[in-house]
């Protein structure tokens, strides 16, 4: 048996995705992961995001192989091989028109973070503007220059100093309206609140270098976007040639149920951050902009890690399975039957404060029903509850992620080819696990 308790106690603290679970992961299939005990769990987590396939799907393993056998280089930096013209071709095609023929493709270092800071750096050195717009709630990575960005500013007031020059922009969540008006509303006002400041030439943010936001806010709490919003931003961006930059680190790649998730909002951003899911479980992060916007000296951007084959190859594999096999209507398909479960499980349970996300990325923001109401009659979020009904998942073979304002947000990030049977039974324990914390 490994020594767990060695591990923990030796791991540093500063990582958090879910180690309090007390279990050593031996095998995983699919969306199953097995301990070393045997006991098997729904992993509803699946790498954040970044397993689309689940785990060990056969054509990953299979490309693995294939580059293994034909002794294909690991890492060959910026040169071109034949693997990577195939990836890159496979991506480019995936786009959206306006992208699709002529956009540039950059590969950056093996996170999204990386990649999030080379577009930072892009836009920067297109437009020559220094600050950036960002949103309350937004999360793009740990680095200084993506956590300056972070709306959550709780989680970096112990760091002395970050990097300047961020403004915040308030993101349209409709549970907890930052202007503290009705349902409804939400959306309007912030898109006129941002045109506002954009014209006001005392704003200090007149000239920023660009603006970057995630359709869907991840690790703030699965907080979807509205689409007329976004269209907005889109146009308010558009019409003062300001670079927008969409971070869909976490919601690329048929997470949401379009291949991008700002597909449904029918916009083209000029900058698009991919990472996760794009390398099929492997470490890899890629940029995507207007050629407009390739204004970069050689080596304003290097770095040793940038693109490596094995991730190559896994990307071109889940990216082809993701288009022959039609996973993007299992995706829509399995997001109806989570809604639907989600939503009948709220009516029985008013812990259940908002169920809400995007394809499969869902979010259930649990509250305190008893807690005073705040100015919108909404009660205040348990982050103690939902880690009471996180912990009642484990125990009965399910793993969610907690996340957004005060760790209430139970996520639901599962695998894109999960079965309708599979979903089912997620939805059963999830289900008797709120009976049981709630009790
Ligand atoms: N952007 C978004 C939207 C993310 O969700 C994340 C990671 N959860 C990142 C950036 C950072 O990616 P990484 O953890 O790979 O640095």
């Given at each position: 048996q490994p020594d767990l308790q060695w591990q923990s106690e030796r791991e540093s603290n500063a990582r958090s995705y879910p180690r309090r679970f007390p279990l050593v992961i031996h095998q995983a299939k699919g969306i199953k992961i097995t301990d070393t005990d045997g006991k098997t769990y729904y992993d509803c987590l699946a790498g954040a995001g970044t397993l689309a396939l689940g785990h060990n799907p056969d054509v990953v393993t299979a490309a693995i192989e294939d580059v293994l056998r034909r002794q294909i280089p690991l890492h060959t930096l910026d040169l071109a091989t034949p693997l990577k013209l195939e990836f890159m071709q496979e991506l480019a095609s995936l786009l959206p028109e306006g992208l699709r023929d002529t956009a540039k493709i950059q590969f950056c270092g093996p996170t999204g973070a990386d990649g999030v800071e080379a577009a930072v750096k892009l836009v920067k050195t297109a437009t020559g503007g220094r600050s950036i717009l960002a949103f309350s709630g937004a999360y793009h990575g740990s680095t200084q220059a993506t956590m300056a960005m972070g709306g959550n500013l709780g989680k970096k007031q112990h760091m002395q100093s970050l990097l300047p020059d961020v403004h915040f922009l308030p993101f349209p969540y409709e549970y907890r309206c930052p202007f503290g008006v009705g349902e409804g509303q939400t959306a309007a006002i912030s898109a006129q609140y941002i045109e506002n400041l954009l014209d006001?030439?005392?704003?200090?943010?007149?000239?920023?270098c660009g603006l970057i936001v995630e359709t869907v806010q991840g690790e703030g709490g699965a907080v979807p976007a509205d689409l007329e919003w976004l269209r907005q931003v889109r146009r308010m961006t558009a019409e003062r040639g300001i670079p927008l930059i969409v971070d869909e680190v976490q919601t690329g790649i048929g997470r949401t149920g379009a291949m991008f998730s700002f597909e449904h909002a029918g916009i083209v951003p000029d900058v698009i951050v991919c990472s996760k899911a794009v390398g099929g479980g492997l470490p890899m992060s890629v940029v995507i902009y207007k050629a407009e916007l390739d204004r970069w000296q050689p080596g304003a951007h290097t770095g040793t890690f940038r693109g490596n084959q094995l991730g190559m190859a896994t990307g071109l594999a889940t990216l082809r399975y993701i288009r022959e096999h039609d996973v993007l209507g299992n995706v829509n398909a399995r997001s109806a039957q989570f809604f639907e479960g989600l939503r009948r499980l709220q009516k029985r349970h008013p812990a259940l404060g908002d169920v809400r996300g995007r394809g499969l990325m869902i979010g259930v923001e649990i509250v305190d029903a008893f807690g005073r109401p705040d100015r919108l009659g909404r009660p205040p979020a348990s982050g103690e509850l939902a880690s009471r009904i996180q912990a009642a998942c484990f125990r009965r073979g399910l793993i969610v992620e907690s996340g957004g304002r005060h760790s209430a947000v139970l996520r639901f990030l599962p695998p894109l080819t999960i079965s309708e049977r599979e979903t089912a039974e997620v939805l059963a324990i999830f289900g008797q696990a709120v009976d049981e914390a709630v009790a």
């Open positions: 006001d030439c005392e704003s200090g943010i007149a000239a920023p």
